[in-house]
T-cell receptor, first 115, second 113 residues
Framework: DTGVSQDPRHKITKRGQNVTFRCDPI?????LYWYRQTLGQGPEFLTY????????KSRLLSDRFSAERPKGSFSTLEIQRTEQGDSAMYLC?????????????FGPGTRLTVT | DQQVKQNSPSLSVQEGRISILNCDYT??????FLWYKKYPAEGPTFLIS?????DKNEDGRFTVFLNKSAKHLSLHIVPSQPGDSAVYFC????????????FGTGTSLTVIP
């Protein structure tokens, strides 16, 4: 299977702890996106990378959140000092750069529960 | 500010009939639109897309219609099958910027056998 993979699939943590999620995109895709989805909502954009460069960050991405894509392949999303409001599904997607539109292919997500 | 809206949270359709899912948007800069399907415990799966230079795109049982003047798009599924039961999200983007998709809140489709 050469789709987008995410690890872990589920994470339960106590408030105040740090968590890190990993995303492995489709290998030839140079763009990688992070989204957050809460119950009853659609995915909300957090940030995206083109190769290793982080090109845009949403205002949803507070200072406690940091994302990296060090070699332009896999990416990590870290949340420091987690809060209960961080509980959500964190989705990663990848796509090929191209004009005229493109599809983003999503991974299965990491469900975070902060207790 | 919700730039993409799906006003029907749920829809039930008999197997074999047509399912019509609707989506409205507010940002006139959007020029690329997509529909995703999502099953529980899985990420969204790309279904079909349409560029703003077209008003219709068809792929098998799935057809997306775009009405730019009304800022409205719809997804038609004909004939509907029980396996189509899922949550459907519409999404929109400004393709030249190549960045984020704006998603609606989803419509849960149930196809009744």
């Amino acid at each position: 299977d050469t789709g987008v993979s995410q690890d872990p699939r589920h994470k339960i943590t106590k408030r105040g702890q740090n968590v890190t999620f990993r995303c492995d995109p489709i290998s030839e895709h140079n763009r990688l996106y992070w989204y957050r989805q809460t119950l009853g909502q659609g995915p909300e954009f957090l940030t995206y990378f083109q190769n290793e460069a982080q090109l845009e960050k949403s205002r949803l991405l507070s200072d406690r959140f940091s994302a990296e894509r060090p070699k332009g392949s896999f990416s990590t999303l870290e949340i420091q000092r987690t809060e209960q409001g961080d509980s959500a599904m964190y989705l990663c997607a990848s796509s090929l750069e191209g004009g005229g539109g493109y599809e983003q292919y999503f991974g299965p997500g990491t469900r975070l529960t902060v207790t | 500010d919700q730039q993409v809206k799906q006003n029907s949270p749920s829809l039930s359709v008999q197997e074999g009939r047509i399912s019509i899912l609707n989506c409205d948007y507010t940002n006139s800069m959007f020029d690329y639109f997509l529909w995703y399907k999502k099953y529980p415990a899985e990420g969204p799966t790309f279904l079909i897309s349409i560029s703003s230079i077209k008003d219709k795109n068809e792929d098998g049982r799935f057809t997306v219609f775009l009405n730019k003047s009304a800022k409205h798009l719809s997804l038609h599924i004909v004939p509907s099958q029980p396996g189509d039961s899922a949550v459907y999200f519409c999404a929109a983007s400004v393709s030249d910027t190549g960045n984020q998709f704006y998603f609606g809140t989803g419509t849960s489709l149930t196809v009744i056998p």
